[in-house]
């Protein structure tokens, strides 16, 4: 599925109906290059898991942990990850095996060990759509 958002509150919206939708197990993988908007689209989706304190990129923790959603939401940030088996050290299987939804943003790092069922989101953007305009490819694997 590919849609377009042009707006930021559009890609945050489009969040949340994913967020709302989600359930127990589920496994998004975030690409998208530096300031399309994937903390915007990963707000949205706490927002809509009932996630109400406010939610930042784990760029140097890899991992938060959300708790009072109607079901866990785990918020991977592997930018930093130099090779895939420093996810093994923070136990990764744990949450992403889990009942929680988990979210990586920087998927395509790790894409090795990603579990067999994900759904990949992939935010790009066209500066000659305009300045918030988001191309967003959803593909189930």
């Not at 420093?86 to 060990?113: K, P, R, T």
């Amino acid at each position: 599925m590919k849609t377009e958002t042009h707006t930021e509150r559009e890609t945050y919206e489009m969040g949340v109906r994913m967020g709302r939708e989600s359930r127990a197990g589920q496994v998004y993988a975030l690409i998208g290059d530096l300031g399309v908007g994937k903390t915007v689209f990963t707000k949205g989706l706490a927002f809509g898991l009932g996630v109400e304190e406010p939610v930042s990129s784990p760029t140097f923790t890899i991992v938060q942990s959300y708790e009072e959603g109607r079901l866990p939401f785990y918020h991977f940030d592997v930018y930093r990850i130099g090779d895939a088996e420093e996810m093994d050290e923070i136990g990764y299987e744990d949450y992403i095996y889990g009942d929680g939804v988990s979210l990586i943003e920087w998927a395509d790092l790790i894409e090795e060990i990603l579990p067999e069922h994900y759904t990949e989101i992939r935010i790009e953007k066209d500066l000659e759509q305009g300045f918030d305009y988001r191309r967003i490819s959803i593909c189930e694997y």
